[in-house]
């Protein structure tokens, strides 16, 4: 047997498809806000986010505020002229000197690392010269700027010593914690339960057709070849493949695998999106036709 239904307008499947869409943002976005504040107050992410703090304070490079919050140096000082650059400047190479003959971040034993790398650095500016024969020390040049200096030791601050920083084992154990933690409990997780309830839990109760609301909006339903409603081992491997491939392989894969399945959308005869095409289902009109359950119940409505 096979029932056959009128194809899906192509307007009512775009409408659908952002009906359901704009549910799903709106729904992962309340859940992002409530699981950072959730996860954030939880005491592995507490003591994730404190370990980075104390590890930016003892370098002697950040700025602590009264909310316990850390800003660079040099972002938080925001020079408006010469004269607060000039008064600045000496602060951020006292601050960029006293890390880099930190032990605790360099091995000072090393003839290329700790404070003499800051001695080079300055030196390949081009800005300053050597205070000494020795060629322990430097100083700026007379003909340059405080602006000049301020942005220079802006950049070295930002570009360079923040990143030595980075290599420090705590931090990285503490930065991957925050990381993992944002990526998968607060990002990955609410996108993950906002799909399931939109594209699984919900065709669940709308069964018939395996609607989803926009579905339900613009009269449309899924249906298998034969032109009834999915089974739901059908139905569970459509999601499936909806869920891991379009959805979860393109956060990581450049939104790829969803491309191709609009693509899908867009030039197949049937407009089969990637997930239809591979589970043998149609999406179709059913503003006027009866999906029907299985083959007994069209048996039995096409005898009364």
Same mark, same amino acid.
């Given at each position: 047997?096979?029932?056959?239904?009128?194809?899906?307008?192509?307007?009512?499947?775009?409408?659908?498809?952002?009906?359901?869409?704009?549910?799903?943002?709106?729904?992962? &976005?309340? $859940?992002?806000?409530? %699981?950072?504040? =959730?996860?954030?107050?939880?005491?592995?992410?507490?003591?994730?986010?404190?370990? #980075?703090?104390?590890?930016?304070?003892?370098?002697?490079?950040?700025?602590?505020?009264?909310?316990?919050?850390?800003?660079?140096?040099?972002?938080?000082?925001?020079?408006?002229?010469?004269?607060?650059?000039?008064?600045?400047?000496?602060?951020?190479?006292?601050?960029?000197?006293?890390?880099?003959?930190?032990?605790?971040?360099?091995?000072?034993?090393?003839?290329?690392?700790?404070?003499?790398?800051?001695?080079?650095?300055?030196?390949?500016?081009?800005?300053?010269?050597?205070?000494?024969?020795?060629?322990?020390?430097?100083?700026?040049?007379?003909?340059?700027?405080?602006?000049?200096?301020?942005?220079?030791?802006?950049?070295?601050?930002?570009?360079?010593?923040?990143?030595?920083?980075?290599?420090?084992?705590?931090?990285?154990?503490?930065?991957?914690? &925050?990381? $993992?933690?944002?990526? %998968?409990?607060? =990002?990955?997780?609410?996108?993950?339960?906002?799909?399931?309830?939109?594209?699984? #839990?919900?065709?669940?109760?709308?069964?018939?057709?395996?609607?989803?609301?926009?579905?339900?909006?613009?009269?449309?339903?899924?249906?298998?070849?034969?032109?009834?409603?999915?089974?739901?081992?059908?139905?569970?491997?459509?999601?499936?493949?909806?869920?891991?491939?379009?959805?979860?392989?393109?956060?990581?894969?450049?939104?790829?695998?969803?491309?191709?399945?609009?693509?899908?959308?867009?030039?197949?005869?049937?407009?089969?999106?990637?997930?239809?095409?591979?589970?043998?289902?149609?999406?179709?009109?059913?503003?006027?036709?009866?999906?029907?359950?299985?083959?007994?119940?069209?048996?039995?409505?096409?005898?009364?």
């Amino acid at each position: 047997m096979e029932v056959t239904f009128t194809k899906a307008k192509f307007s009512s499947r775009v409408f659908s498809f952002m009906v359901d869409l704009f549910l799903m943002i709106v729904t992962a &976005l309340g $859940l992002v806000i409530g %699981f950072r504040y =959730l996860f954030g107050g939880m005491p592995f992410y507490q003591n994730a986010s404190n370990k #980075i703090k104390e590890i930016e304070m003892a370098s002697h490079l950040y700025y602590k505020d009264e909310k316990g919050d850390t800003t660079i140096l040099c972002d938080h000082y925001k020079p408006e002229n010469e004269e607060q650059c000039e008064q600045y400047n000496p602060q951020l190479n006292q601050a960029l000197s006293d890390f880099y003959r930190d032990s605790f971040f360099f091995n000072q034993s090393d003839s290329e690392s700790g404070y003499t790398l800051y001695i080079k650095q300055r030196m390949d500016t081009g800005l300053f010269i050597y205070t000494d024969d020795s060629h322990t020390d430097v100083a700026p040049k007379d003909d340059v700027k405080a602006s000049e200096l301020y942005q220079t030791y802006t950049s070295l601050m930002k570009h360079q010593a923040v990143s030595y920083i980075a290599q420090n084992v705590d931090y990285i154990n503490s930065a991957r914690t &925050l990381n $993992l933690t944002f990526i %998968f409990l607060i =990002l990955v997780l609410p996108i993950s339960i906002s799909v399931i309830i939109y594209e699984f #839990i919900i065709p669940l109760i709308f069964k018939r057709g395996r609607k989803t609301i926009g579905k339900y909006l613009f009269k449309l339903g899924v249906v298998d070849q034969k032109g009834l409603s999915p089974s739901f081992a059908r139905f569970f491997a459509r999601f499936i493949l909806f869920y891991l491939v379009e959805i979860m392989l393109s956060i990581v894969a450049f939104l790829i695998p969803f491309i191709v399945s609009v693509s899908m959308f867009f030039f197949t005869k049937n407009n089969q999106t990637f997930h239809d095409y591979i589970a043998g289902t149609y999406v179709v009109n059913c503003e006027s036709s009866r999906i029907f359950m299985n083959k007994e119940e069209y048996t039995k409505a096409k005898q009364d």
